[in-house]
């Protein structure tokens, strides 16, 4: 799929607020820092659209894009920052759990990765979440351009052997790099098959 207009809609605190739910819609979430905000300016070849920082804690909003006037893609903050106030942090994770449990119109959580590190338990765990809750979700994979092809195979590979404890499969998943860009051909073409076969 070729990205031919990406643009800002809104910012938003509550779901409820959010833009009518008309659209198929896709939504960037993971620990804090992970780079979500950094892989949708990737995907849309716009190093502008989303505030990326590099310090955790920078996207504090639901924020919507919409993409060839035709779908939603959205910025989540991070879940896991532990150098905000535990309110502060609460409030976050009210405010993503409400999203993804009551958005109506996401057709799949694009559940973001660091691939430098072994399976974390807060990934693990908000992963197990998302199944309890019949949550449709695949798994990316992020920074992938600090390691070797090796060691890439290795983390999805970990990865799959520690989920099998818990799950009867496990989910799809992607290997990108923002950096270099790699995976973006993958996660559009996968949003365009969702498109097109998944009915609002
Ligand atoms: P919050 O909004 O704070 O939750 O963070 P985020 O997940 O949106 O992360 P963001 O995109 O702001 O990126 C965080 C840091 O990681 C920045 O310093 C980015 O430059 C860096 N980063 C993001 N993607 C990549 C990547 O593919 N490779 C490398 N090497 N660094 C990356
Ligand atoms: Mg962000």
Aim: some cysteine; overall charge neutral.
């Amino acid at each position: 799929m070729d990205i031919l207009k990406a643009e800002f809609v809104v910012s938003n605190s509550t779901v409820d607020k959010c833009p009518k739910p008309d659209r198929h819609e896709y939504a960037f979430i993971g620990r804090s820092n992970v780079g979500k905000s950094s892989l949708i300016n990737m995907l849309t070849n716009n190093k502008k659209l989303a505030k990326t920082a590099a310090k955790p804690g920078k996207t504090q909003l639901i924020n919507h894009f919409l993409i060839n006037d035709f779908w939603y893609m959205v910025d989540l903050p991070g879940y896991g920052y532990a150098r905000t106030s535990e309110t502060n942090r609460r409030l976050f994770e009210r405010m993503i759990r409400d999203y993804i449990l009551k958005r109506e119109n996401l057709v799949c959580l694009f559940v973001l990765i660091d691939s430098r590190h072994e399976p974390q338990q807060i990934d693990l765990e908000f992963m197990e979440w998302l199944g309890e809750n019949g949550v449709p979700f695949v798994m990316v994979f992020t920074k992938a351009d600090k390691l070797t092809t090796t060691q890439r195979i290795t983390c999805i590979d970990e990865y799959h052997k520690v989920m099998l404890n818990t799950w009867e499969s496990t989910p799809v998943a992607f290997m990108t790099s923002s950096e270099k860009r790699l995976g973006r051909e993958e996660l559009l073409d996968y949003i365009d098959e969702l498109n097109k076969s998944v009915k609002l």
